[in-house]
T-cell receptor
Framework: GNSVTQMEGPVTLSEEAFLTINCTYTATGYPSLFWYVQYPGEGLQLLLKATKADDKGSNKGFEATYRKETTSFHLEKGSVQVSDSAVYFCALRINNAGNMLTFGGGTRLMVKP | DTGVSQDPRHKITKRGQNVTFRCDPISEHNRLYWYRQTLGQGPEFLTYFQNEAQLEKSRLLSDRFSAERPKGSFSTLEIQRTEQGDSAMYLC??????????????FGPGTRLLVL
């Protein structure tokens, strides 16, 4: 089946630190990959996505590269801010299979001033 | 604001009672999805609709769960004879009809259910 594994949190960083949140997946088909973010008290928001191998998704200073050879889609940001504190979810979608998302368990990021 | 809306935002019920949640997708989005998110976990897919047709329902957690989208606009999710294990956040998402954007699911704020 399809599954997504994320590093467990919480991840606690100081402002301006470098962030990496690891995400690996297993898939029965050829997936598109996503990172969603959930800020406190808010709904899930799409952060970035990549639809084929070697694509790099980016948004708000966050980046993730679709690595087919390592089945990974790690999230990175060069300098985090307090406002980045949230829960981050990695997800996959198998193309032409209903469009439903399979999510990882989420990683809570806490950024301290 | 024309995002996905869900009602109610919070629901407390006693075990054995029936509950119904409503989701209003973004206007003209033809696909609508339901997910469940338990505490500390990622969302788990339940079912989805394309217009009024329910195309996947095998992931509904039990026969106590049912969903409808009678006119292809809003949808309802019903849980009959609730159990304490049903306590969770129930999320709704929709995607636009435009094929290019079909990948992006827009999520509502969720309905948090607590079964006592």
């Amino acid at each position: 089946g399809n599954s997504v594994t994320q590093m467990e949190g919480p991840v606690t960083l100081s402002e301006e630190a470098f962030l990496t949140i690891n995400c690996t997946y297993t898939a029965t088909g050829y997936p598109s990959l996503f990172w969603y973010v959930q800020y406190p008290g808010e709904g899930l928001q799409l952060l970035l996505k990549a639809t084929k191998a070697d694509d790099k998704g980016s948004n708000k200073g966050f980046e993730a590269t679709y690595r087919k050879e390592t089945t990974s889609f790690h999230l990175e940001k060069g300098s985090v801010q307090v406002s980045d504190s949230a829960v981050y979810f990695c997800a996959l979608r198998i193309n032409n299979a209903g469009n439903m998302l399979t999510f990882g368990g989420g990683t809570r990021l806490m950024v301290k001033p | 604001d024309t995002g996905v809306s869900q009602d109610p935002r919070h629901k407390i019920t006693k075990r054995g009672q029936n509950v119904t949640f409503r989701c209003d997708p973004i206007s003209e989005h033809n696909r609508l999805y339901w997910y469940r998110q338990t505490l500390g976990q990622g969302p788990e897919f339940l079912t989805y609709f394309q217009n009024e047709a329910q195309l996947e329902k095998s992931r509904l957690l039990s026969d106590r769960f049912s969903a409808e989208r009678p006119k292809g606009s809003f949808s309802t999710l019903e849980i009959q004879r609730t159990e304490q294990g049903d306590s969770a956040m129930y999320l709704c998402a929709s995607t636009p009809a435009d094929r290019v954007d079909q990948e992006t699911q827009y999520f509502g704020p969720g309905t948090r259910l607590l079964v006592l």
